[in-house]
């Protein structure tokens, strides 16, 4: 069924994904050692469960989760916890974490743990399984899930959203997903709407992605009655917001939920590892990424264990030689990597890598000339020009109060229409931190 997109604004960039969405997911071996955070989502870190010197086996834990919201860590491999110290991440935080080689000869099969019955489980025993599996927001957000899925009192889930609209230029990680896992996919639905007895299911893409919706849909039993919504592909289209939108016709107010407009939205890989891990009882021990970009030879989708290093990965898939910058996630909402020294970890979907040719060109900011573009591109109807105009003036506490930058997602649409090239994402987070470290110093909610 097509839609049109309900939201204004947005843009048209080039998807790029012609390269790497014909490409079949391929297995990716064992880096020497794992790099292996005890935060990879967001929440309390894991404690550690293991010690210097331990054995592990394949998918045994690595971390406890340290209270509601926190998951457990699970070993990538069979391997030798060499240290457990400090790591570089994708963040730029060091944080706590489990050095792991795996063993040279190991089969690294994963036995299985408790399995989670679908048919006869309860929905608190489907969300204590998925917070014991580790499952976060596999779409960049890394939000543990069993807590998305606790509902406030008095909440209803009226349309569970399967999000499956990877508006990202480059990344082709969940339209592999639903092409290759789609019996996955089918039995996530079926443990969430029983985990939170929706009323309705729905897997939305965007209209490039419309065979891979086809997959899923002819893995599901009709009984099942999961809807599909095709969207135009239309950039920022997945975002959580304008596909409710798009989808409900609701608008979630500022500073509240999905829930409070009846909605739950899981992105389509989240969905996929629930109904893979879940029966074996598992937890996460790799992910599918996209690794692609001008800079890279091998580009395609590939199951990736968690801890492996950047820098092994990109040697692994090889590069130009005049590899310039690499992106985690995509070019718009990603952002070029300080460090290839870091670990993926399971909020990861993909990294674009460009080469001297794509970013020599790029031009250098001119002042802003009040066109009004960014203005209209936004799609949240915000207004860029004064929010960066008081950025450059370091009125963050205005840009809050009266230009709602918390509401700001940091899509790119406004920096990417900009005639003078103004880098106004990287000024509402520059603002955006300078708000946090304010706010922690005065017990404030913090700007996210
Ligand atoms: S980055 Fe923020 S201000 Fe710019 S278009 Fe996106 S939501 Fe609007
Ligand atoms: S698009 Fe750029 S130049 Fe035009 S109003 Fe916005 S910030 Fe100013």
Same mark, same amino acid.
């Given at each position: 069924?097509?839609?049109?997109?309900?939201?204004?604004?947005?843009?048209?960039?080039?998807?790029?994904?012609?390269?790497?969405?014909?490409e079949p997911i391929r297995q990716f071996p064992?880096?020497? @050692?794992?790099?292996?955070?005890?935060?990879?989502?967001?929440?309390?870190?894991?404690?550690?469960?293991?010690?210097?010197?331990?054995?592990?086996?394949?998918?045994?834990?690595?971390?406890?989760?340290?209270?509601?919201?926190?998951?457990?860590?699970?070993?990538?491999?069979?391997?030798?916890?060499?240290?457990?110290?400090?790591?570089?991440?994708?963040?730029?935080?060091?944080?706590? &974490?489990? $050095?792991?080689?795996?063993?040279?000869?190991?089969?690294?099969?994963?036995?299985?743990?408790?399995?989670?019955?679908?048919?006869?489980?309860?929905?608190?025993?489907?969300?204590?399984?998925?917070?014991?599996?580790?499952?976060?927001?596999?779409?960049?957000?890394?939000?543990?899930?069993?807590?998305?899925?606790?509902?406030?009192?008095?909440?209803?889930?009226?349309?569970?959203?399967?999000?499956?609209?990877?508006?990202?230029?480059?990344?082709?990680?969940?339209?592999?997903?639903?092409?290759?896992?789609?019996?996955?996919?089918?039995?996530?639905?079926?443990?969430?709407?029983?985990?939170?007895?929706?009323?309705?299911?729905?897997?939305?893409?965007?209209?490039?992605?419309?065979?891979?919706?086809?997959?899923?849909?002819?893995?599901?039993?009709?009984?099942?009655?999961?809807?599909?919504?095709?969207?135009?592909?239309?950039?920022?289209?997945?975002?959580?917001?304008?596909?409710?939108?798009?989808?409900?016709?609701?608008?979630?107010?500022? &500073?509240?939920?999905?829930?409070?407009?009846?909605?739950?939205?899981?992105?389509?890989?989240?969905?996929?590892?629930?109904?893979?891990?879940?029966?074996?009882?598992?937890?996460?021990?790799?992910?599918?990424?996209?690794?692609?970009?001008?800079?890279?030879?091998?580009?395609?989708?590939?199951?990736?264990?968690?801890?492996?290093? @950047?820098?092994?990965?990109?040697?692994?898939?090889?590069?130009?030689?005049?590899?310039?910058?690499?992106?985690?996630?995509?070019?718009?909402?990603?952002?070029?990597?300080?460090?290839?020294?870091?670990?993926?970890?399971?909020?990861?979907?993909?990294?674009?890598?460009?080469?001297?040719?794509?970013?020599?060109?790029?031009?250098?900011?001119?002042?802003?000339?009040?066109?009004?573009?960014?203005?209209?591109?936004?799609?949240?109807? @915000?207004?860029?020009?004064?929010?960066?105009?008081?950025?450059?003036?370091?009125?963050v506490e205005l840009m809050r109060s009266d230009?709602?930058?918390?509401?700001?997602?940091?899509?790119?649409?406004?920096? $990417?229409?900009?005639?003078?090239?103004?880098?106004?994402?990287?000024?509402?987070?520059?603002?955006?931190?300078? @708000?946090?470290?304010?706010?922690?110093?005065?017990?404030?909610?913090?700007?996210?």
């Open positions: 069924m097509w839609r049109r997109a309900a939201f204004t604004g947005g843009i048209d960039p080039q998807t790029h994904k012609e390269r790497t969405r014909r064992f880096a020497p @050692l794992l790099l292996v955070p005890l935060k990879q989502h967001a929440g309390s870190a894991a404690l550690p469960a293991v010690r210097e010197g331990d054995e592990v086996e394949r998918g045994e834990l690595l971390g406890r989760a340290d209270g509601d919201l926190s998951v457990p860590v699970h070993a990538p491999a069979a391997g030798r916890v060499e240290r457990i110290a400090l790591m570089p991440t994708v963040s730029g935080v060091m944080v706590e &974490g489990v $050095y792991l080689a795996p063993f040279p000869g190991s089969t690294q099969e994963v036995p299985s743990g408790k399995p989670c019955d679908l048919d006869t489980a309860t929905p608190a025993a489907i969300i204590d399984a998925i917070a014991d599996a580790g499952i976060v927001g596999l779409g960049g957000a890394a939000f543990p899930t069993h807590a998305k899925l606790r509902l406030p009192e008095g909440k209803r889930v009226r349309l569970l959203i399967v999000n499956g609209a990877e508006c990202e230029p480059y990344l082709t990680t969940d339209y592999r997903v639903m092409l290759e896992q789609s019996a996955d996919v089918v039995r996530g639905m079926r443990y969430l709407r029983k985990a939170v007895a929706a009323d309705d299911v729905v897997l939305a893409v965007e209209a490039w992605a419309s065979e891979a919706a086809d997959a899923v849909i002819t893995a599901a039993p009709p009984e099942l009655g999961i809807g599909v919504r095709v969207l135009p592909t239309h950039y920022p289209q997945g975002a959580e917001k304008l596909l409710i939108n798009a989808l409900l016709s609701a608008e979630v107010p500022p &500073g509240g939920l999905p829930i409070d407009v009846g909605a739950l939205c899981v992105n389509v890989a989240t969905v996929a590892e629930i109904g893979r891990l879940l029966p074996f009882g598992r937890g996460i021990q790799e992910r599918v990424v996209t690794i692609t970009g001008p800079g890279v030879i091998d580009a395609g989708n590939y199951r990736i264990p968690i801890g492996t290093p @950047l820098r092994f990965a990109l040697e692994h898939v090889g590069t130009d030689p005049a590899l310039s910058s690499v992106f985690l996630g995509g070019p718009m909402m990603g952002q070029p990597l300080a460090s290839l020294d870091v670990p993926i970890t399971k909020g990861i979907s993909g990294f674009v890598a460009f080469t001297l040719a794509e970013t020599k060109g790029r031009q250098r900011p001119w002042p802003c000339i009040h066109c009004g573009r960014c203005v209209t591109a936004c799609p949240l109807g @915000l207004n860029p020009c004064q929010l960066g105009l008081l950025a450059r003036h370091g009125e230009f709602h930058l918390d509401q700001c997602f940091e899509c790119g649409c406004c920096a $990417y229409v900009c005639p003078s090239h103004i880098p106004l994402v990287q000024e509402f987070r520059a603002a955006k931190a300078q @708000l946090r470290r304010a706010d922690s110093r005065t017990g404030n909610d913090v700007a996210t």
